[in-house]
């Protein structure tokens, strides 16, 4: 077994403000991700990492920075905040692509004023 | 482009009763179809997965999901509904296996005691 831990649980920014989001798994995984879920949107793909130092754009990359410069960690960055924005932030995992089952942190609630 | 629809946005059900939440894909071609639960301040936990082969799929805790490519669905099933099962569902399709999961926009299940 293993986990995904996300940092911090709650973050709470001004606008403009750039905002780093941390994730750690210890599974030994391949591949990571990085998800925003919006209430009554869903989820959608902000960023990806396939490995170590691999980058790659989801569907919802603009306004945000990832890094992947370890195995088991992925951040993320939004580069300015949006007033009023609210989302939950989800970071997963895999041993590769879909066909392994993708292993979800608790998220990151983040709340702009 | 691949996507998903969930139509219904919150389904209730009574403990002990039947339940089936509907998922509607689209995409030419062989999906491969997921569906995720999010229990309440939790991260998203595979139920069940779909690769070209028998329609029917069973998961974890009693789920069952039956794939219909003439419908383009991807429906998913429980025989009786227990209040633990009270979480979001989200139903998900990948293209060609790749890295990238297509989510739906989740249905909240509620369960009355």
């Known amino acids: 077994g293993g986990i995904i831990t996300q940092t911090p649980k709650f973050l709470i920014g001004q606008e403009g403000q750039k905002l780093t989001l941390k994730c750690q798994q210890n599974?030994?995984?391949?591949?990571m991700y990085w998800y925003r879920q919006d209430s009554g949107k869903g989820l959608r793909l902000i960023y990806y990492s396939i490995t170590e130092n691999d980058l790659q754009k989801g569907d919802l990359s603009e306004g945000y920075d990832a890094s992947r410069e370890k195995k088991s960690s992925f951040s993320l960055t939004v580069t300015s905040a949006q007033k009023n924005e609210m989302a939950v932030f989800l970071c997963?995992?895999?041993?590769?692509?879909?066909?392994?089952?993708?292993?979800f942190g608790p998220g990151t609630r983040l709340l702009v004023l | 482009a691949q996507s998903v629809t969930q139509p219904d946005a919150r389904v209730t059900v009574s403990e002990g009763a039947s339940l089936q939440l509907r998922c509607k894909y689209s995409y030419f071609g062989t999906p491969y179809l997921f569906w995720y639960v999010q229990y309440p301040r939790q991260g998203l936990q595979l139920l069940l997965k779909y690769y070209p082969g028998d329609p029917v799929v069973q998961g974890v805790n009693g789920f069952e999901a039956e794939f219909s490519k003439s419908n383009s669905s991807f429906h998913l099933r429980k025989a009786s509904v227990h209040w633990s099962d009270w979480a979001v569902y989200f139903c998900?399709?990948?293209?060609?296996?790749?890295?990238?999961?297509?989510f739906g926009t989740g249905t909240s299940l509620l369960v009355d005691p």
């Open positions: 997963a995992s895999s041993r590769t692509g879909v066909q392994d089952t993708q292993y």
């Open positions: 998900a399709v990948s293209m060609n296996m790749g890295y990238k999961l297509t």
């Open positions: 599974f030994n995984h391949d591949t």
